[in-house]
């Protein structure tokens, strides 16, 4: 017997963004239910460590939102949608002031005020901190108002399908992944805040079975549109060894208190990349030279170079970068005496679902979503400390939106015909080998990570889609052994998700930020457009993908007067 539920709204995802989404939906007065993979609290969300963004102009006075808007325009090499951005901006302030109410421990100046540090390319300090656990203690102060409105949470449970009705989503359907017994949700609307799809790289920042695509894969099988997934950003520095850690995010907090980078020979290599800013030049640029670096033989006996922290004291290293200590302390090194060996590390998923810039709707009625799982704000690179900023305001407004959507259209009963199909996707999910579906998935990473990492080209990227399209053959076989309904979900997103970026990044004929084809290696201004993916069926019902590009809008004329005038002209065009 199936177990059913029943809500005005379902958040599907419980990360910052689902958590600020649904204490939004709970004050406007709606039934909302939340739904997460994860053990609650113990979403992705606790592994952003170096701090939230917002112009407070607490250390640095001359700061503002629009010179923040700037900032993230740029470091997004112009791809990023200004509209989205600018709300963001705007918005960012009024966010760190509630986080501030709902008991937040934000660092201090001496003077009491908030404090705020550097984060790469950031012309100001403008990143909040609390230590280097700071998306630890987001996800604390978002659960405690969520406990404290007593707000239901499915923890644990596998989302498998939205339900809809026609194009209108009414609904979904999962299983908890204790002991696969299945349930109903039927809801007026849904939030998708399901996070990335970084997963599907060989080396990533995700822990296990997180940020697999699932809530984009969800979006394209009801007819939801993406945008920009070519663009996925490399963390610079990710750890290399031991092996079973590698792909762990060494926090950009160590280069912002100071971390120096140095090759196998004792060089301070970026001045070679960037002599101005240094380590504190721009996420895809340091992450570029130190691929440059190890790919040159320059690089340490473990493949990757040394970010040094130790000429710096040892109480400040401990008081402001406390989880890195005891992340390195762990396995033997300690970052108060001794160099990190890092490399880059897939890190963050700029594209996703296209959404309306301004509720955060997709194409399908009744369908949002919010955080990592949308695209728009980044364009192709995230600036350092904007993803925690973004989940939370986008959150609020995705959930606003979805109230209004909820009170304007009348309840649209559940299909018994779409629950059965749902029903019958995991019958067949049920009957596949879980061990082989996992070999599909480590087989999966490792042709992304060879096919569109750190660089790309033509070649690269066409042998992978061969590749991919033969490991999604394998994973339709039937297969033999125990069951694993997790794994052969994961997989099925994690090759949609995939082919999407691979597709998009043949599509880009050109470099820009994170997307670095060693065949194209110009920016081409003809191409500051966004690449938009829409899913159709074909004669057969299968899903396919069809590309196609946009225009991005023009910058506010407060934001063009911030623009940094050595990259940029006052258009916001790139002109180097």
């Given at each position: 017997?199936?177990?059913?539920?029943?809500?005005?709204?379902?958040?599907?995802?419980?990360?910052?963004?689902?958590?600020?989404?649904?204490?939004?939906?709970?004050?406007?007065?709606?039934?909302?239910?939340?739904?997460?993979?994860?053990?609650?609290?113990?979403?992705?969300?606790?592994?952003?460590?170096?701090?939230?963004?917002?112009?407070?102009?607490?250390?640095?006075?001359?700061?503002?939102?629009?010179?923040?808007?700037?900032?993230?325009?740029?470091?997004?090499?112009?791809?990023?949608?200004?509209?989205?951005?600018?709300?963001?901006?705007?918005?960012?302030?009024?966010?760190?002031?509630?986080?501030?109410?709902?008991?937040?421990?934000?660092?201090?100046?001496?003077?009491?005020?908030?404090?705020?540090?550097?984060?790469?390319?950031?012309?100001?300090?403008?990143?909040?901190?609390?230590?280097?656990?700071t998306g630890l203690e987001i996800i604390n102060a978002l659960m405690r108002e969520v406990e404290h409105r007593q707000i239901p949470i499915l923890e644990r449970a596998y989302i498998s399908d939205l339900l809809h009705t026609g194009n209108r989503v009414n609904g979904a359907y999962g299983f908890w992944l204790a002991d696969q017994r299945q349930f109903v949700i039927e809801s007026n609307a849904v939030i998708l805040a399901t996070g990335g799809h970084i997963h599907i790289y060989q080396r990533s920042s995700s822990r296990r079975r997180e940020n697999t695509g699932d809530g984009m894969a969800l979006g394209l099988q009801v007819g939801a549109h993406l945008a920009d997934m070519e663009l996925v950003q490399f963390h610079p520095s990710g750890m290399i060894f031991p092996h079973e850690l590698?792909?762990?995010?060494?926090?950009?907090?160590?280069?912002?208190?100071?971390?120096?980078?140095?090759?196998?020979?004792?060089?301070?290599?970026?001045?070679?990349?960037?002599?101005?800013?240094?380590?504190?030049?721009?996420?895809?640029?340091?992450?570029?030279?130190?691929?440059?670096?190890?790919?040159?033989?320059?690089?340490?006996?473990?493949?990757?170079?040394?970010?040094?922290?130790?000429?710096?004291?040892?109480?400040?290293?401990?008081?402001?970068?406390?989880?890195?200590?005891?992340?390195?302390?762990?396995?033997?090194?300690?970052?108060?005496?001794?160099?990190?060996?890092?490399?880059?590390?897939?890190?963050?998923?700029?594209?996703?679902?296209?959404?309306?810039?301004?509720?955060?709707?997709?194409?399908?009625?009744?369908?949002?979503?919010?955080?990592?799982?949308?695209?728009?704000?980044?364009?192709?690179?995230?600036?350092?400390?904007?993803?925690?900023?973004?989940?939370?305001?986008?959150?609020?407004?995705?959930?606003?939106?979805?109230?209004?959507?909820?009170?304007?259209?009348?309840?649209?009963?559940?299909?018994?015909?779409?629950?059965?199909?749902?029903?019958?996707?995991?019958?067949?999910?049920?009957?596949?080998?879980?061990?082989?579906?996992?070999?599909?998935?480590?087989?999966?990473?490792?042709?992304?990570?060879?096919?569109?990492?750190?660089?790309?080209?033509?070649?690269?990227?066409?042998?992978?889609?061969?590749?991919?399209?033969?490991?999604?053959?394998?994973?339709?076989?039937?297969?033999?052994?125990?069951?694993?309904?997790?794994?052969?979900?994961?997989?099925?997103?994690?090759?949609?998700?995939?082919?999407?970026?691979?597709?998009?990044?043949?599509?880009?004929?050109?470099?820009?930020?994170?997307?670095?084809?060693?065949?194209?290696?110009?920016?081409?201004?003809?191409?500051?457009?966004?690449?938009?993916?829409?899913?159709?069926?074909?004669?057969?019902?299968?899903?396919?993908?069809?590309?196609?590009?946009?225009?991005?809008?023009?910058?506010?004329?407060?934001?063009?007067?911030?623009?940094?005038?050595?990259?940029?002209?006052?258009?916001?065009?790139?002109?180097?």
């Amino acid at each position: 017997m199936r177990q059913r539920y029943t809500s005005d709204v379902l958040v599907i995802g419980t990360g910052g963004a689902g958590l600020r989404a649904a204490i939004e939906l709970h004050d406007q007065g709606l039934k909302v239910l939340l739904v997460g993979k994860r053990p609650k609290a113990d979403a992705h969300t606790v592994l952003a460590a170096g701090g939230i963004n917002a112009a407070l102009a607490t250390v640095d006075p001359e700061d503002t939102w629009a010179i923040h808007a700037a900032d993230t325009l740029q470091e997004g090499r112009m791809l990023g949608d200004p509209r989205m951005v600018e709300l963001l901006c705007q918005q960012a302030p009024q966010v760190i002031a509630e986080l501030e109410a709902w008991g937040m421990p934000f660092a201090r100046t001496s003077t009491g005020l908030i404090d705020q540090r550097y984060f790469g390319a950031h012309r100001y300090r403008r990143t909040s901190f609390v230590g280097d656990y700071t998306g630890l203690e987001i996800i604390n102060a978002l659960m405690r108002e969520v406990e404290h409105r007593q707000i239901p949470i499915l923890e644990r449970a596998y989302i498998s399908d939205l339900l809809h009705t026609g194009n209108r989503v009414n609904g979904a359907y999962g299983f908890w992944l204790a002991d696969q017994r299945q349930f109903v949700i039927e809801s007026n609307a849904v939030i998708l805040a399901t996070g990335g799809h970084i997963h599907i790289y060989q080396r990533s920042s995700s822990r296990r079975r997180e940020n697999t695509g699932d809530g984009m894969a969800l979006g394209l099988q009801v007819g939801a549109h993406l945008a920009d997934m070519e663009l996925v950003q490399f963390h610079p520095s990710g750890m290399i060894f031991p092996h079973e850690l590698a792909g762990t995010l060494v926090t950009e907090a160590v280069r912002g208190e100071g971390g120096r980078l140095y090759n196998r020979h004792g060089e301070r290599f970026m001045q070679r990349y960037d002599a101005e800013r240094m380590e504190l030049s721009t996420r895809d640029r340091v992450a570029l030279a130190n691929y440059t670096e190890i790919m040159a033989g320059r690089g340490s006996e473990h493949g990757g170079v040394w970010l040094d922290i130790s000429h710096m004291p040892a109480n400040l290293i401990r008081e402001r970068l406390p989880r890195m200590v005891e992340q390195f302390q762990a396995v033997g090194v300690d970052i108060t005496r001794e160099a990190m060996q890092i490399a880059p590390t897939a890190h963050y998923s700029m594209g996703g679902l296209k959404v309306d810039p301004f509720s955060h709707a997709t194409n399908v009625a009744g369908l949002y979503a919010a955080g990592e799982v949308t695209a728009g704000v980044h364009g192709a690179n995230r600036l350092g400390g904007n993803s925690l900023a973004e989940i939370l305001v986008f959150g609020r407004i995705a959930a606003q939106h979805a109230a209004e959507y909820v009170r304007q259209h009348s309840e649209q009963p559940v299909q018994a015909a779409q629950i059965e199909q749902a029903a019958e996707r995991l019958a067949w999910a049920s009957q596949q080998a879980g061990d082989f579906h996992r070999s599909l998935i480590d087989q999966l990473q490792q042709v992304v990570w060879h096919g569109a990492g750190v660089v790309r080209n033509e070649q690269t990227i066409e042998a992978s889609l061969d590749q991919l399209h033969t490991l999604r053959s394998q994973a339709q076989q039937r297969s033999l052994g125990a069951a694993d309904l997790a794994a052969s979900l994961d997989l099925q997103s994690m090759l949609l998700t995939a082919e999407a970026t691979m597709l998009a990044a043949l599509m880009r004929p050109e470099s820009r930020g994170a997307h670095q084809r060693s065949d194209f290696p110009a920016t081409d201004p003809l191409w500051q457009r966004t690449i938009v993916i829409k899913p159709y069926r074909d004669q057969t019902e299968q899903l396919r993908l069809q590309l196609d590009t946009e225009l991005i809008p023009t910058a506010s004329e407060a934001v063009q007067a911030a623009f940094s005038q050595q990259e940029y002209s006052v258009a916001g065009r790139l002109v180097e």
